[in-house]
Protein backbone atom coordinates (compact mmCIF):
# COMPACT_ATOMS: atom_id res chain seq x y z
CA UNK A 1 0.00 0.00 0.00
CA UNK A 2 1.36 3.21 -0.96
CA UNK A 3 1.01 6.11 1.79
CA UNK A 4 0.81 9.30 0.10
CA UNK A 5 -0.77 11.34 2.17
CA UNK A 6 2.93 10.62 4.26
CA UNK A 7 4.46 12.62 1.28
CA UNK A 8 1.51 14.89 1.09
CA UNK A 9 1.79 16.06 4.71
CA UNK A 10 5.80 15.98 5.02
CA UNK A 11 6.27 18.37 2.13
CA UNK A 12 3.54 20.19 3.29
CA UNK A 13 5.48 21.41 6.23
CA UNK A 14 8.76 21.15 4.10
CA UNK A 15 10.27 18.56 5.98
CA UNK A 16 12.67 15.84 4.33
CA UNK A 17 12.15 12.09 4.45
CA UNK A 18 15.66 11.98 6.68
CA UNK A 19 13.60 14.29 9.24
CA UNK A 20 10.28 12.22 9.60
CA UNK A 21 12.63 8.88 10.15
CA UNK A 22 14.60 10.89 13.00
CA UNK A 23 10.86 11.66 14.66
CA UNK A 24 10.71 7.50 14.17
CA UNK A 25 13.83 6.99 14.90
CA UNK A 26 14.26 4.55 12.30
CA UNK A 27 16.11 4.81 9.16
CA UNK A 28 15.79 7.18 6.34
CA UNK A 29 15.37 3.94 3.37
CA UNK A 30 12.91 2.66 6.00
CA UNK A 31 10.67 5.64 5.86
CA UNK A 32 10.85 6.22 2.27
CA UNK A 33 9.64 2.40 1.86
CA UNK A 34 6.71 3.26 3.93
CA UNK A 35 5.88 5.89 1.36
CA UNK A 36 6.61 4.17 -1.42
CA UNK A 37 4.36 1.20 -0.21
CA UNK A 38 7.39 -1.28 -0.14
CA UNK A 39 7.33 -1.78 3.40
CA UNK A 40 4.03 -1.76 5.79
CA UNK A 41 4.35 0.83 8.31
CA UNK A 42 3.90 -0.46 12.23
CA UNK A 43 0.76 0.53 13.86
CA UNK A 44 3.40 2.67 16.75
CA UNK A 45 4.90 4.70 13.59
CA UNK A 46 1.39 5.51 12.42
CA UNK A 47 0.36 6.87 16.15
CA UNK A 48 3.65 8.59 16.44
CA UNK A 49 2.78 10.69 12.81
CA UNK A 50 -0.99 11.14 13.28
CA UNK A 51 -0.04 13.09 16.61
CA UNK A 52 3.07 14.87 14.82
CA UNK A 53 0.80 15.69 11.67
CA UNK A 54 -2.22 16.08 14.45
CA UNK A 55 -4.68 13.66 12.10
CA UNK A 56 -5.71 10.48 12.21
CA UNK A 57 -4.40 7.06 11.69
CA UNK A 58 -7.98 6.79 9.40
CA UNK A 59 -6.80 10.20 7.27
CA UNK A 60 -3.40 9.15 6.86
CA UNK A 61 -3.85 5.93 5.09
CA UNK A 62 -6.93 7.41 3.09
CA UNK A 63 -9.65 5.79 5.15
CA UNK A 64 -11.45 9.15 5.13
CA UNK A 65 -10.75 12.48 4.09
CA UNK A 66 -11.40 14.64 6.82
CA UNK A 67 -7.78 15.83 8.07
CA UNK A 68 -8.70 16.46 11.95
CA UNK A 69 -8.15 14.39 14.70
CA UNK A 70 -10.41 12.21 16.29
CA UNK A 71 -10.54 13.29 20.15
CA UNK A 72 -7.92 11.20 22.22
CA UNK A 73 -8.73 9.08 24.82
CA UNK A 74 -7.41 10.09 28.26
CA UNK A 75 -5.08 7.00 28.65
CA UNK A 76 -3.41 8.45 25.17
CA UNK A 77 -2.76 12.10 25.66
Known sequence: MK??????????KDLLQKHVAEILNIAERTYSHYETGERNISVEALITLAKFYKTSIDYLVGLTDKKSPYPRAKSYK
Open 3 to 12: YQRLRDLRED
